[in-house]
């Protein structure tokens, strides 16, 4: 950057004019700011030989500055602060898909209205950024007291390497981080035993015979909760039989043993788990009828519903005399 005496000049300039602009304490939304951001910009910049260009429309950065000698351009990025804690906030998606092109770098302009008077803040933005937060994007997470470049130090890159790549590669980048430190092998979860009975309360297509989609509910669920587990029918229906003793002497396939290993919180996820989770979960599997509030009227339409699944309730259980439903109210214990 080889204008950097004159940006932090207009900085400056910048954070005292704001400053009086907002001594009266009321606080501005997100467009007011960024306007009144802009328009402090350009009065800080123009005897510096700096154009000042407001992008907006979902652009990143949301302003650029331009010397006008040589072309130098440099973005700034606007955010505010209103409540909660004093200096954080949620930053821009990682995919930086609108991001403006040819910027030597990007600053960040805080605005903290949680501080009376206000408080303002114009830091590198390669050095605001404390982690990457999992939304349906990845975003950045802003901390304005961070020191260092969270890219550099995390990722393997700098911050501004990172934002000049092509989104594909920059992704490569990302995703390695976050499945280094974001995801667990659910065989390391602690939780496991709860994960597989609230598995089998929200998938009851695990009875169903179609081999080739029976898991892929719960893989997917599994890693919208930051949880890798590579193949899901190993924790719940693996090869092998066992006899059930409250159920008789034939052997089972292993998915009714998993069952029975977590039938006491299978009950307690089937009475706490919300309505309207239950609704979309089960509704996936065709069911239309309302959810109960009683955990008893619950269990006894998830078994209805996992009887349709199997091929009907009297159904026997395979290489078994048993009937399908009856086995399922023995080992759940209902």
């Not at 990457?132 to 997470?141: D, E, G, N, V």
């Amino acid at each position: 950057m080889r204008h950097e005496d004159v940006y932090q000049a207009i900085f400056e300039r910048v954070q005292a004019s704001l400053v009086e602009e907002f001594l009266d304490g009321n606080v501005p939304d997100d467009r007011t700011f960024e306007n009144t951001c802009c328009s402090t910009l350009e009065r800080a910049a123009c005897e510096c030989g700096v154009t000042v260009n407001h992008l907006g429309k979902h652009k990143f950065p949301d302003i650029t500055l331009e010397y006008e000698a040589d072309g130098e351009k440099i973005g700034v990025e606007v955010k505010l602060h209103t409540s909660g804690e004093s200096w954080t906030t949620l930053g821009n998606s990682v995919r930086s898909s609108t991001q403006e092109p040819g910027l030597e770098t990007i600053f960040l302009l805080f605005g903290n209205f949680e501080q009376q008077p206000p408080a303002f803040a114009i830091k590198p933005y390669a050095k605001c950024i404390k982690d990457i937060k999992l939304t349906h994007s990845p975003r950045y997470m802003i901390d304005m007291r961070e020191r260092t470049d969270f890219c550099e130090r995390e990722i393997g890159i700098s911050f501004d390497q990172l934002r000049n790549m092509s989104e594909d590669d920059r992704m490569i980048y990302v995703n390695t981080y976050i499945a280094r430190t974001k995801y667990e092998e659910l065989t390391a979860v602690a939780e496991k035993t709860q994960l597989v009975a609230k598995g089998f309360v929200l998938f009851p297509e695990f009875f169903s015979n179609d081999h080739l989609t029976k898991y892929r509910r719960m893989s997917v669920w599994l890693f919208a909760n930051n949880i890798l587990c590579r193949n899901v029918r190993d924790f719940i229906s693996a090869s092998g039989t066992a006899t059930i003793s409250k159920v008789g002497p034939q052997a089972l396939p292993k998915i009714y043993t998993s069952l029975l290993r977590c039938a006491p919180i299978f009950k307690e996820e089937m009475e706490h788990t919300a309505e309207t989770i239950l609704k979309n979960a089960w509704g996936a599997c065709g069911n239309t009828k309302e959810i109960p509030t009683s955990v008893g009227d619950r269990i006894d339409l998830w078994l209805d519903i996992v009887s349709q699944q199997y091929g009907g309730k009297q159904k026997a259980i395979q290489g078994t005399p048993y009937k399908f439903k009856a086995t399922l109210k023995k080992i759940i214990g209902v």
